[in-house]
T-cell receptor
Framework: QKEVEQDPGPLSVPEGAIVSLNCTYSNSAFQYFMWYRQYSRKGPELLMYTYSSGNKEDGRFTAQVDKSSKYISLFIRDSQPSDSATYLCAMSNQAGTALIFGKGTTLSVSS | GAVVSQHPSWVICKSGTSVKIECRSLDFQATTMFWYRQFPKQSLMLMATSNEGSKATYEQGVEKDKFLINHASLTLSTLTVTSAHPEDSSFYIC??????????????FGPGTRLTVL
């Protein structure tokens, strides 16, 4: 079993839809949970990070962490065509250490 | 702020040659940088941790004699792929840790370098 599992998609939604992206993990030592957005042939860009369990909201984006289930989610409200990208979850057990990435989910938002 | 650059962004080389990739933190100092590799439709996989002034730490399965890492200053780490072969063709991405910005010590990623070995 891989440390981090993420459905690669692709996921296609119409503009304005609510998007739900998810990852599961096996290492209970993970404390820091991140979501990155990556456009084709570019480096990842941090969207949100969460420490331990709980929810965090930033504009149209909401990140949730359920450590008891080893499950994290990213919700995108009112999705826009500009949200079309690959979304990567990433985790670490200590601040500033190397990240363990999911495979990424490719999202396409059509206008 | 917190920009990381990589050079070159794209390189094609012949099998057997060596290629050097630079990773620079442009507006902050980074004692720790990471090198990742990403194959098409795959996740980023950590290759090594680069610490300024000391030897790099390589992940299991990554040949340290093939992937030479030098973190000579607080703003520059280099990855040299020696005697490159077609199977080394990949997207190489570095990140630099900005310490003290938050409890998380965020990593900022470079734009990546696409290496194609013929």
């Amino acid at each position: 079993q891989k440390e981090v599992e993420q459905d690669p998609g692709p996921l296609s939604v119409p503009e304005g839809a609510i998007v739900s992206l998810n990852c599961t993990y096996s290492n209970s030592a993970f404390q820091y949970f991140m979501w990155y957005r990556q456009y084709s042939r570019k480096g990842p860009e941090l969207l949100m990070y969460t420490y331990s369990s709980g929810n965090k909201e930033d504009g149209r984006f909401t990140a949730q962490v359920d450590k008891s289930s080893k499950y994290i989610s990213l919700f995108i409200r009112d999705s826009q065509p500009s949200d079309s990208a690959t979304y990567l979850c990433a985790m670490s057990n200590q601040a500033g250490t190397a990240l363990i990435f999911g495979k990424g989910t490719t999202l396409s938002v059509s206008s | 702020g917190a920009v990381v650059s990589q050079h070159p962004s794209w390189v094609i080389c012949k099998s057997g040659t060596s290629v050097k990739i630079e990773c620079r933190s442009l507006d902050f100092q980074a004692t720790t940088m990471f090198w990742y590799r990403q194959f098409p439709k795959q996740s980023l996989m950590l290759m090594a941790t680069s610490n300024e002034g000391s030897k790099a730490t390589y992940e299991q399965g990554v040949e340290k004699d093939k992937f030479l890492i030098n973190h000579a200053s607080l703003t520059l780490s280099t990855l040299t792929v020696t005697s490159a072969h077609p199977e080394d063709s990949s997207f190489y991405i570095c990140s630099a840790v900005l310490q003290g910005l938050s409890v998380y010590n965020e990593q900022f990623f470079g734009p990546g370098t696409r290496l194609t070995v013929l």
